[in-house]
């Protein structure tokens, strides 16, 4: 019971706190129906949680679906990325990634984090489940309502979670916390933004697969370790590197060729004195 209180608590304020920060505390995305039972009343009526509409996934423009794994000591990196119409008119397209051992090391091995490679072990393995919403092209469909329903379920969902075991590690996901640095980088980018908000995500660790990623004592974020740089390079590299460069390859193979307005005002001009000419 929570008393005393020295703000004012409004039903809209309870919804909010039940609709993002409640519906979250678990993994949204998980199929199964266990989960540890959470019941909000506030006055004496009850307060619904809302649950993940899967729904919205299918709405995607693009995905990136895969899982670091230790395969007898060795580490490696599979994802499947995918995507729909960009709106350049391109058919649906896919691509696998598969990196081993070497390509990882080349992969987080930047000076400035000088990551040990035995951390590309003891990381442990995880998965991620990315999707990315272009929000200029999305559209209503019958099964979750019109087009603001769609962008409001998109806004309520939006961001890359973290669940450990199925339950969330906070604060990434929230509004104010880029734990991969996406905005960043997005506002570097001359092609698709693939900013935070246009995605609806996981990654998904265990407490007994993954034992060196562990809370500050503060609950406010991994504490800092070698570990947990390989995390963060792995998902930077999925999204800001394979992701992003699959897109730009599709939008380039089906860019259509831009008029040049002026030129073409120029030849408008020279066949309409030819026309007149011909006339007289």
Partial sequence: KVSNLSASWTPRRIQTIVSYDVARLWDPFSKTKRRFRVVVIFNGERIDIPRLDRAILDLAHARAVGQYIIADGVPRLEAELSCGDLGKGNPPEQ???????????????DPTTEIPQ??????????????WFN??????????GDLKRVRALQDQWAGIMLFRDGYRVF???????????????ALASQGYK???????????????????????????????????????????????NQLDRFLEEIKDQHKTAQPDFAETEKRIDALEK?????IK
């Fill in 274 to 278: 030819r026309a007149t000419a011909t």
């Fill in 171 to 185: 604060p990434y996901g929230d509004d104010q916390d880029d734990w991969l640095g996406l905005d960043r980088k």
């Fill in 194 to 240: 693939l900013n935070k908000a246009q995605f609806i995500g996981r990654v998904s660790i265990s407490r007994t697969a993954n034992p060196s990623l562990i809370d500050q004592t503060n609950r406010e974020g991994l504490k800092d370790c070698d570990e947990k740089q390989v995390l963060l390079e792995v998902m930077r590299f999925v999204i800001q």
């Fill in 135 to 144: 929000r200029q092209r999305l559209r209503g469909v019958d099964s979750i």
């Fill in 95 to 109: 691509r696998r990634i598969l990196l081993e051992r070497i390509d990882l090391r080349a992969m987080t091995s």
């Fill in 118 to 131: 035995s951390a590309l072990r003891t990381v442990g393995p995880f998965s991620f489940e990315l999707y």
